[in-house]
């Protein structure tokens, strides 16, 4: 299974929803900006994207020392519909500075010196420390995911109906006695985790380990047609 610092790394990177928390005079306003873009830098610091009138930029450009200190909340929510949609949620905490240099009009790049991270999501829940966090590498498929994810829903719906007869006896004869949704929830680099519902309030996930992990693309192509085969035949 993925790290937590692997997991908390791929939600950084992912387009998921995120917003920058400040405590004090200038982070308390209600109305939080999104972040716009965030990327990591080597040393596992964050660098966001806000507007130059949100709270956070006032409060790092008003700071003195080693700046305010601040928590980007990220919300995963799974790219398609499904009961229960909020995958997961990771904060990571640190000092907040302004980084020299304009990146945009009315748009200002702050550099937040990554201090405990936290990740709570299907996997369950854990701390990440500064130097997991630093050393740990998003899952290749974060870019990618919620489009396949889109894809899988839409065109292969009978091939992830399909997937119940590999749940084991119990699970399949479950499934072919109520014909449950299948939705796919999460893909990455070693395997697809769907949820079956009977209904909104019958609901599990299962999950499907490739037999060994996925790099890029091509090589998620091959183990997913390896999957379908399998639950086929």
Sequence with gaps: MPSAAERTRTLVHSTCSAVLLVPGPYGADPGQPMVSTRSVGPDGDLFLELPVDSPAVRAATHAEGDGPSAVLEITDVAPVSLPHRIRGRARVS???????????????????????????????AEAVGPEEFRDAAPDPLV?????????????HGEQLGA???LLGERSARRCATHRPSVVPLALDRYG????????RRRCFDA???????VRDISELRHAMHRLFEAAAN
């Design 94 to 124: 640190g000092r907040l500075t302004a980084v020299p240099g304009v990146p945009g009009p009315g748009r200002m790049t702050l550099r937040l010196a990554t201090g405990e991270a936290y990740v709570d999501d299907l996997w369950g």
């Design 143 to 155: 870019g990618h995911e919620a489009e396949l994810l889109q894809h899988l829903h839409a065109a």
């Design 163 to 165: 997937l119940c007869g």
């Design 192 to 199: 697809l985790r769907v949820r079956v519902c009977e209904d």
């Design 207 to 213: 999950r499907f380990e490739f037999p060994e992990p």
